[in-house]
């Protein structure tokens, strides 16, 4: 290996890992381009391992999920039909989803970037306070409700 391919990997494995959580389905290349530039404005490379807390789910169980009755709700983008229209445009439907079970499927998400991805930080946008159930991240997290 050449000196400089040794210093780029060795560069490369130093850098900081954020984990990114989105409330929907993936993948969401814009959210990671936003946090590379926001990372880079702050004079940091980073590396960017994202989850995304509906990947997997059939339309069936996503209707499940969907909010009722006045219970608090989180606007999430998923792929294909079955919603309302999504900034996301062509492809892409939103579905509004009871915050309450959304939650088990986010702490999900932080275990596996905490666990099998080993990130140093993990950031989503989920959540003034989790509900006293979901147990904190082990590692630095910042959380906020959109409402």
């Known amino acids: 290996m050449s000196m400089m391919a040794m210093t780029m990997t060795t560069t490369r494995m130093n850098r900081p890992r954020i984990g990114l959580i989105t409330l929907g389905q993936g993948p969401r290349p814009e959210f990671e381009r936003l946090h590379h530039r926001l990372f880079r404005t702050l004079g940091l490379e980073v590396d960017i391992v994202s989850r995304h807390a509906l990947d997997g789910i059939e339309n069936a169980e996503l209707q499940r ?19 309302f229209a999504s900034p996301l445009g062509d492809g892409w439907s939103a579905r509004w989803i009871d915050r309450d079970k959304l939650v088990p499927l986010v702490q999900t998400c932080i275990d596996e ?24 991240p082990k590692s630095p997290s910042y959380c906020r409700l959109w409402r």
Do not use: W, Y
């Open 65 to 83: 999920l969907e909010a009722s009755g006045g219970a608090p709700a989180i606007h999430s983008n998923i792929r294909g039909p079955g919603g």
């Open 113 to 136: 970037l905490e666990e099998a991805d080993k990130v140093d930080v993990t950031i989503c946008c989920v959540a003034e306070a989790f509900p006293a159930a979901a147990s904190p």
